[in-house]
């Protein structure tokens, strides 16, 4: 994936991944994620992987992350 920056919506949110650092080994990135501005933890994810799939990776470590909150249908 070519962005340093993705937003991706759930629950109605838009949530913004910022990449942080390449790292070595399986891991392959670390992105900051927030929201409104507030930093809510990282998520990592391999070099090799397609915009679609980083946007499903995303909703389900949201998903994971604020279980409570129901992504809008």
Not at 4 to 11: C, D, E, G, L, Q
Not at 45 to 55: G, L, N
């Amino acid at each position: 994936m070519r962005y340093r920056r993705r937003s991706v919506s759930y629950a109605g949110q838009p949530f913004s991944f910022e990449l942080i650092e390449r790292t070595s080994g399986k891991t392959g990135f670390v992105w900051a994620v927030s929201r409104r501005g507030e930093f809510i933890g990282t998520l990592t994810s391999p070099e090799e992987i397609t915009t679609r799939e980083f946007d499903v990776r995303c909703t389900r470590w949201l998903a994971d992350l604020l279980g409570g909150l129901q992504p809008k249908k």
